[in-house]
């Protein structure tokens, strides 16, 4: 069986030891503190709950930890950004001290990721890859923190009428370089970058399955990779209609797909389980040539 070489990075961490990517697969565990989340419906929008899932899910066996408080899904609308602080604020500060892996702010504003970043969150997760913010960047830059840049057009709201690809690896490719230039631009380090092709982002299911099948062509950017395939709509295509909380089969076929193309982290809701799916993967990657 033929596996995509993945390559050995360290992306630096503000008062943490750096990530280790490569050597086998991270787990990023979801934690949505939303109303309106797709995959959970809102399970963890009290501050309590969030809290005692976000423990839960390192227990489980996550790598790290992304915090969100704006839902993404497709059609969803923004929220306020005092609204969106007013989310973070109790679960962000509640786990300080209590977490041994390392949390992601899962925002677009460069307000609410200083904010974050001041109460000891070292990742800012970025699904607009620094097109809706202009100051993001610096605000990153200036803290030391790691950057996840993902792609995607347009917004939540309408994604879907900006995807219209010639060829959608290519053109992901060329449009997460732009946000590279960004990032670089703003002032952030180039080992402190980590990109995602942002499946189900202004991606209609061929676009995603596309993508997810090249994953390998991503790694010529030059930077880790994140793949997040976890319960989204694309993977329908392939099972028939499912609710989302009942794609984790499909989610655990999407994953093991992303690690064998060189995934360096993967986004999951159903951590346990899926520890075990990048386990076999990565021993699979480690026995193939």
């Not at 797709?38 to 790290?64: K, M, N, T, Y």
């Not at 809706?132 to 309408?158: Q, S």
């Amino acid at each position: 069986m033929l596996v995509a070489p993945r390559r050995l990075f360290q992306v630096p961490l503000p008062d943490r030891l750096p990530l280790e990517l490569g050597a086998r697969t991270l787990i990023m565990g979801v934690l949505n503190v939303t109303p309106d989340s797709f995959s959970d419906g809102g399970e963890a929008f009290d501050p309590v709950r969030a809290i005692e899932r976000a423990l839960e899910l390192e227990a489980e066996g996550a790598d790290l930890i992304d915090v969100g408080a704006e839902s993404t899904r497709p059609g969803a609308d923004a929220v306020e950004p005092a609204e969106e602080w007013r989310r973070l604020r109790p679960v962000l500060k509640g786990l300080a001290g209590r977490l041994r892996i390392p949390l992601s702010v899962d925002t677009v504003r460069a307000d609410t990721a200083r904010r974050a970043l001041d109460v000891g969150v070292p990742i800012v997760n970025d699904v607009s890859g620094l097109r809706y913010d202009p100051r993001l960047g610096a605000v990153v830059a200036a803290r030391g923190a790691a950057l996840v840049l993902m792609h995607m057009r347009g917004r939540p709201r309408d994604m879907y009428r900006e995807a219209q690809y010639e060829d959608v690896v290519g053109d992901v490719a060329r449009e997460l370089q732009r946000s590279v230039e960004r990032a670089l631009g703003a002032g952030v380090p180039w080992d402190r970058l980590v990109l995602d092709p942002g499946l189900g982002f202004a991606k209609r299911a061929e676009h995603s399955l596309t993508v997810l099948a090249s994953v390998d062509r991503f790694a010529a950017l030059g930077r880790p990779l994140l793949v997040g395939p976890s319960r989204k709509s694309f993977l329908n295509h392939a099972t028939g209609p499912q609710p989302a909380g009942e794609r984790d089969w499909a989610t655990s076929a999407a994953v093991t797909a992303a690690i064998l193309g060189g995934a360096h982290i993967v986004r999951v809701h159903r951590v346990a389980d899926m520890v075990q799916v990048a386990r076999v993967a990565d021993a699979i990657r480690n026995h193939g040539s």
